[in-house]
């Protein structure tokens, strides 16, 4: 079954860092995902994004976050400057876009940890 | 504000029960719930979806029903087995299409 591939699996880096993590989404799918977890806690959505543009963003998702498509398989996150409370599993997800079918395939993650 | 909620953070049952989660939602009226599996350090999985007008949608052992009238799904695990042990969401999606999640149940399974 196709899957959705992040790399890398763990992410250490130091306060004030830029980091950027990885996702490759499903061949066919069109609308593209990031979310997060912090440990103990429920997953929050980010970002969505659609025809090269975001759709949507949640508060959290501010200045120091950007999601860019830079060709026709990946989708990257980079957050500029980490922080501290940015200590979290990313998980990028993605949906094929048909009406009917309106599951979400997601990563199995991305574990940043900020020092 | 429009809420969906898991009210029981952890579940232990015996193997062989029947596992039975609740989700419940209030301040608006979905056209449809879906259900996710999520493994310890893994992102979460599809299980099954209901529309609201479906009153109960069946996979395998799994069984899900939506309430309207009760503003809530309830999700089954018959015949429950250990290697069911995992965190159960809930979630819902919104006008925008994207997923918003419950906080989930913590489901384990004793042998």
């Known amino acids: 079954e196709p899957e959705v591939t992040q790399t890398p699996s763990h992410q250490v880096t130091q306060m004030g860092q830029e980091v950027i993590l990885r996702c490759v989404p499903i061949?066919?799918?069109?609308?593209f995902y990031w979310y997060r977890q912090i440990l103990g806690q429920k997953v929050e959505f980010l970002v969505s994004?659609?025809?090269?543009?975001?759709?949507?963003k949640s508060e959290i998702f501010d200045d120091q976050f950007s999601v860019e498509r830079p060709d026709g398989s990946n989708f990257t996150l980079k957050i500029r400057s980490t922080k501290l409370e940015d200590s979290a599993m990313y998980f990028c997800?993605?949906?094929?876009?048909?009406?009917?079918?309106?599951?979400?395939?997601f990563g199995s993650g991305t574990q940043l940890s900020v020092l | 504000s429009q809420k969906i909620e898991q009210n029981s953070e952890a579940l232990n049952i015996q193997e062989g029960k029947t596992a039975t989660l609740t989700c419940n939602y209030t301040?608006?009226?979905?056209?449809?719930l879906q259900w996710y599996r999520q493994d310890p350090g893994r992102g979460p999985v599809f299980l099954l979806l209901i529309r609201e007008n479906e009153k109960e949608k069946r996979k395998e052992r799994l069984k899900v029903t939506f309430d309207t009238t009760l503003k809530q799904s309830l999700f089954h695990i018959t015949a429950s087995q250990p290697a069911d042990s995992a965190t159960y969401l809930c979630?819902?999606?919104?006008?925008?299409?994207?997923?918003?999640f419950g906080s989930g149940t913590r489901l384990l399974v004793r042998p």
């Open positions: 979630a819902r999606m919104d006008s925008s299409y994207k997923l918003i």
């Open positions: 301040n608006y009226s979905p056209a449809y």
């Open positions: 997800a993605s949906r094929d876009g048909q009406a009917t079918n309106e599951k979400l395939f």
């Open positions: 994004f659609y025809n090269n543009e975001i759709s949507e």
């Open positions: 061949s066919n799918h069109l609308y």
